[in-house]
């Protein structure tokens, strides 16, 4: 699958590019979702009999790694973003919208439930000092989670961002004006994708990418371009699992006087003494403790 939009998927089949409706069974099947289909979906498909007929998509083929959400606005509802990639890239800006590390620490969580590598991109470098930046996201780095700073207007860490894409599938995700269109189109300027300004009044930015396609790079390796987000809900992640997902903290699970603790409020907890040691870092606890409070109890703990 190579493109997903309003109308219909397109998939890639040997040489051929064609679109394709989506049988009514497999509709069925996938209920739940707000799109049956998603960009880097292998799937069984019966093309079309002439150049300017629809193919039929018959079967989706089990995903080895995706990224999900909660569908924005349809509760009850989950959006496959991309599936069968190799990395996450979470691209925020340091001004215009304004950084937010839970916003990070939102889609790292679903990156490692999707089993994705992820890496974190803060574009815009030129409307902040980059030693600052630097400093307030050190801890990323500790974790097993590199950080490249860019400036698609000057040109910094470009170099670093195409090392971090070639001969790799990756899809590429964040806020809404964050610079991922502008980033792409530097890092390979024949793509030419459309880009627009951040709103003056609400310092936030406005969609540009209205669809999710797989985009081909020159030096090697795919990228997947996504809409920008105004938020990212977490799906099928329960209360009891969050920790997990924290990459700092998994040691210590296991280790704490209850057996179902939270690593909340309860005495003798080994995550909340690792804080207090300076093992695990006070920003990544607290978006811990954030995220906790936003998820629901799906059984039983």
């Known amino acids: 699958m190579v493109r997903v939009d309003a109308q219909y998927p397109v998939i890639e089949c040997g040489d051929r590019r064609f679109r394709c409706v989506v049988r009514k069974k497999l509709k069925y099947k996938l209920k739940g979702h707000v799109k049956r289909v998603c960009v880097g979906d292998r799937v069984k498909c019966a093309p079309p009999a002439r150049a300017d007929d629809l193919g039929a998509i018959e079967e989706v083929l089990p995903r080895k790694t995706q990224l999900v959400r909660s569908a924005a606005g349809r509760k009850g509802y989950q959006q496959v973003v991309a599936a069968n990639v190799d990395r996450l890239l979470v691209v925020v800006a340091t001004k215009l919208p304004d950084l937010h590390p839970r916003l990070i620490d939102r889609m790292l969580v679903a990156g490692e439930k999707g089993e994705l590598d992820c890496i974190i991109i803060v574009n815009k470098t030129d409307l902040a000092d980059p030693v600052k930046i630097r400093a307030s996201l050190d801890y990323y780095p500790d974790i097993g989670?590199?950080?490249?700073?860019?400036?698609?207007?000057?040109?910094?860490?470009?170099?670093?961002?195409?090392?971090?894409?070639k001969d790799k599938s990756s899809v590429i995700a964040g806020p809404s004006g964050a610079g991922k269109s502008s980033l792409l189109n530097v890092i390979q300027p024949g793509l030419r994708l459309t880009t627009r300004e951040v709103s003056g009044i609400t310092g936030k930015g406005k969609h540009t990418t209205s669809f999710v396609q797989?985009?081909?790079?020159?030096?090697g390796g795919y990228v997947v371009d996504t809409p920008g987000i105004r938020e990212f809900g977490l799906w099928d992640i329960e209360k009891r699992e969050l920790a997990g997902f924290f990459r700092e903290m998994t040691e210590y699970i296991g280790s704490c006087k209850f057996s179902d603790c939270a690593h909340?409020?309860?005495?003798?907890?080994?995550i909340k003494a690792a804080v207090e040691a300076g093992e695990i870092t006070r920003e990544r606890y607290e978006s811990y403790k954030h995220l906790f409070a936003s998820l629901q109890v799906k059984d039983k703990w």
Do not use: K, M, N
């Open 145 to 165: 989670y590199p950080v490249i700073l860019t400036s698609a207007t000057r040109g910094d860490g470009i170099d670093e961002l195409r090392e971090a894409l």
């Open 264 to 270: 909340i409020h309860e005495p003798d907890c080994a």
């Open 214 to 219: 797989l985009l081909p790079l020159d030096f």
